[in-house]
């Protein structure tokens, strides 16, 4: 397979874009945002463009954070038409005055990856090869950069009704909250930008080759013919659970970060498996033996077509496995990473379990 | 002490109580109470006995990871089974219910966690305590109840929390849904003199518990409630409310039968009165005679019954009340001094097929009634007044006497048939017709065995196939080949009444030979 092995990459082509998504929808663990939606405004840019993609150390020094905010089932009926993000990012430069020189998703995990290497590609800036989590994480406060630095808190948003809102923040947590309540009343979804921010100073907060991990986890997964388990074993991972959803139980708050659980049984080997989740997949429990749970990865794939299953649309009845992938060493490298995606901070009462690839 | 789990669901005081996975066979020794939520239970859960049943005080909000992994952790602690409060909160959903099957945990649902907790305790524990309450309960129960015996038994049985049976001293139900088999009934025979419960195993794996019920009249009954097998503390509690029970139902059992001998002597008293009194009875006689339902300006006609052995016509009167109802005779009963006297009154002079219809119907109940008391029956002509009835009543008490040696018709004498019968006979002792007879029925005795005896009663009965199977105690085909073959060999045919008429006399007379 070699994807791993694969030295780091100069550009992303239109080769790539399938396995882009692919593995941004599964780094999307459940969450994230349909990628579907903004893959074919990609696609129709056909196979031979190219985007820049640069290392986090090279010389650039101001790069923005872009995702989208909001509902993506909204998203889903009311589809961004492409110039949100790119006037999300002259709002920021606009009000700071400083112009962005690359381009990085806050999170690597479902469309915001899309998104980031569209805006790319339409401003003619470079794609840094990173993001601010490197999964999906459903706060804007989780991102990585805010763990142990104040950066400037410049952010613009682009709300799904044309409406543009520029705050500057004094807290991630007020960031959060104020840009939160915006959008939930003004269209339900909203493309947002941060920065531009030095990255000479964030440099050490980031998650370095996320652009090239979602490639590389895409092409493992789409790879026909080689069973899933072993598969994902070159990208670290592994079936954790597999067989049939008995029960899904959608909890009537959908203000708390838990808003269900599900259980599968495996007909083969007896074991019943249980996630708890919420916009994404927090954790997984195997026989009642805590089996994986954030900030490492778990993704539901179908069983029969690999395509991940989202937490809204997980179904008892459906066959699927379970797919746990190791969380960006950055989190489980300090008490201050970690507390913004452990399973406490989803208000899950349990200790995290790290991932070890067997 | 251990039990089976589906035992311990089964004692009134865990009914709410359901199993909702895995297995209600999974034996049961220890009870472990914990409070807090199934993370709290799991962390602290590090050890506990063999075959535990952990219950979780507090109700689970959310059947989710935190509960798997309690399932899990207390599975490796050793823990058999879960009890979780089933009510009024949210129950687990098929995921819980799998990985519990998994594990070989069974998953119970309890109305109240902590009361339950209590209570499996005490059954396991072997404590006094559940039998104490149990008694206590009945006792008061027992106390406070009034004095009909049917009231009392439900009042009972609700306190017990068990059905409850009342079993005559044979073992048959008098009240109750057990019925017992013939072994235990035996058992129960012979263990009556004792005077301590029983406890019978029974086919259906539960055990059945008896206490004897003294009344300090007649033989012993017998008090009895099914439960689980293998709970020999609820065994235990049940035998000693059952003992306390059976005092309160004997009590009961013996004022119903004060009260019934007082009835009984006020009817029987009457009935002499009348008897020695007419035609010149007082009014005032009259007037009793109608407060407890006689009426004596009527027509009347006599029944009386004779047990062939010794009986008590006291406790008996049901059954021939009961026999008398399944054929809606109305009847009046008057106990005697053996056997009972009992008539029937109607308004209108009864009409000759009314009355044939009444004999019928009378000979049908007692029959019925033969195979509990043995008896002999006879009835009276139909009387009018206060007098015919003594009249029909004395003719009755002597047909009752003729019948006890006519066992051709099955004990039972109707004095208008006797009446002709002895006519019909007087006419046929002559010279002539006894050597006729003989000649006429000799092929019968040629073939030899009942022929003779089954054409007897055959005639007597009225040529009823049914009526004849029932006297001679044989199959109704059995009758009815029998009488074709007496057709045969005689070469006449029983249709014709004239040919009935002379068979029946020259059976009659040789019999009377």
Not at chain 1, 66 to 76: H, M, P, Q, W
Request: proline share 6%; with cysteine; hydrophobic share 50%.
């Amino acid at each position: 397979m070699g994807a791993s092995v694969r030295a780091p990459l100069s550009e992303l082509r239109g080769s790539d874009v399938d396995a882009l998504a692919s593995g941004a929808a599964i780094l999307g663990c459940g969450g994230g945002g349909d990628v579907g939606l903004l893959l074919p405004a990609l696609r129709m840019r056909g196979p031979d463009f190219a985007i820049p993609l640069e290392p986090l150390d090279g010389g650039l020094r101001f790069f923005t954070a872009v995702t989208f905010l909001g509902s993506t089932t909204v998203l889903a009926e009311k589809p961004p038409g492409g110039t949100e993000l790119p006037s999300a990012v002259s709002a920021v430069e606009r009000w700071t005055g400083r112009a962005a020189q690359a381009v990085v998703p806050a999170q690597i995990g479902g469309l915001t990856a899309l998104g980031a290497a569209l805006l790319a590609d339409a401003s003619g800036l470079p794609l840094l090869d990173a993001d601010l989590v490197g999964r999906a994480t459903p706060r804007l406060d989780q991102l990585s950069i805010f763990a142990r630095q104040k950066p400037e808190l410049t952010a613009a948003i682009i709300t799904s009704s044309g409406l543009t809102v520029v705050v500057d923040a004094r807290s991630p947590a007020e960031l959060e909250s104020a840009l939160r309540g915006a959008v939930a009343n003004t269209g339900g979804w909203a493309a947002f930008a941060l920065g531009p921010l030095p990255l000479a100073q964030l440099r050490e907060d980031m998650i370095a080759g996320s652009v090239s991990r979602a490639l590389a986890i895409g092409r493992v997964a789409e790879a026909a013919g080689a069973p899933l388990a072993d598969a994902v074993r070159v990208v670290g991972g592994a079936v954790v659970a597999r067989g049939r959803v008995l029960d899904v139980e959608r909890h009537g708050d959908p203000l708390s970060f838990v808003h269900g659980t599900a259980s599968l049984a495996d007909a083969e080997s007896g074991a019943v498996a249980r996630l708890e989740m919420g916009s994404e997949y927090h954790y997984l429990v195997v026989d009642g033996e805590p089996a994986a749970s954030v900030p490492d990865i778990i993704s539901v794939l179908d069983a029969r077509t690999r395509a991940p299953i989202s937490t809204d649309e997980l179904r008892p009845g459906t066959d699927v496995a379970v797919l746990v992938l190791p969380a960006a060493p950055l989190w489980h490298s300090d008490d201050a990473f970690l507390r913004r995606a452990d399973p406490r901070f989803y208000g899950i009462d349990a200790d995290p379990v790290p991932w070890a690839a067997s | 002490m251990s039990a089976q789990l589906s035992d311990l669901l089964a004692v009134p005081a865990l009914q709410g109580a359901r199993l909702f996975a895995g297995d209600a066979h999974v034996d049961i020794r220890h009870v472990l109470g914990r409070a807090g939520n199934p993370r709290r239970v799991a962390v602290d859960l590090v050890y506990a006995e063999p075959d535990t049943l952990l219950v979780l005080i507090d109700p689970v909000d959310r059947f989710d990871t935190r509960f798997d992994v309690l399932l899990r952790r207390a599975r490796q602690a050793g823990v058999a089974a879960v009890a979780f409060a089933g009510e009024g909160g949210i129950l687990p959903g098929p995921g819980s219910a799998a990985l519990a099957h998994r594990l070989q945990l069974a998953l119970v649902a309890v109305p109240d966690p902590w009361e339950a907790s209590i209570h499996l305790h005490e059954q396991l524990a072997a404590t006094d305590a559940p039998a104490v309450r149990l008694t206590w309960r009945v006792a008061e129960v027992g106390l406070a109840a009034g004095p009909d015996v049917g009231e009392t038994l439900r009042l009972l049985q609700d306190a017990l929390g068990y059905p409850l049976t009342l079993l005559d001293p044979t073992g048959r139900t008098v009240a109750g849904v057990a019925e017992l088999d013939d072994a235990n009934r035996a058992v129960l025979a012979t263990s009556a003199p004792s005077g301590r419960p029983v406890q019978l195993p029974t086919v259906a794996s539960t055990l059945l518990i008896a206490a004897p019920v003294g009344t300090g009249i007649g033989a012993r009954a017998w008090l009895a409630s099914e439960i689980p097998r293998r709970l020999p503390a609820e065994a235990d509690a049940v035998a000693g409310a059952l003992q306390t029970a059976s005092i309160a139902i004997g009590h009961r059992l013996a004022l119903a039968r004060l009260v019934d001998e007082r009835d009984a002597r006020y009817r029987t008293g009457l009935l002499d009165e009348l008897r020695a009194t007419v035609p010149t009875s007082p009014p005032e006689l009259a007037q009793r005679a109608i407060a407890v339902g006689w009426r004596l300006d009527a027509w009347h006609v006599g029944i009386r019954i004779v047990p062939r052995n010794a009986a008590d016509v006291i406790a008996l009167r049901r059954d021939v009340e009961r026999a008398f109802q399944a054929e809606r005779i109305g009847v009046q009963i008057v106990e005697q001094d053996s056997g009972w006297a009992a008539w029937v009154s109607s308004v209108a002079e009864p009409s000759v097929s009314a009355i044939r219809a009444l004999s019928d119907d009378v000979r049908r109940a007692m029959t019925a009634l033969r195979s509990r008391i043995p008896s002999n029956v006879g009835i009276g002509s139909v009387q009018a007044g206060a007098q015919g009835l003594v009249r029909s009543l004395g003719e009755a008490a002597d047909a009752a006497r003729l019948a006890a040696n006519r066992p051709e018709t099955g004990y039972f004498v109707h004095i208008d048939t006797l009446g002709l019968a002895q006519l019909l006979l007087a006419w046929t002792q002559t010279d002539t017709f006894l050597p006729a007879a003989r000649e006429l029925l000799a092929p019968l005795n040629r073939v030899g065995g009942d022929l003779r005896h089954t054409l007897a009663v055959y005639l007597d009965s009225g040529a009823s196939v049914t009526e004849t199977a029932a006297i001679l105690d044989l199959h109704r085909n059995t009758v009815a080949n029998r009488i074709a073959q007496i057709q045969r060999l005689l070469g006449v045919d029983l249709g014709d009444p004239e040919t009935r008429l002379a068979l029946h006399l020259a059976t009659r007379t040789l019999n009377e030979e």
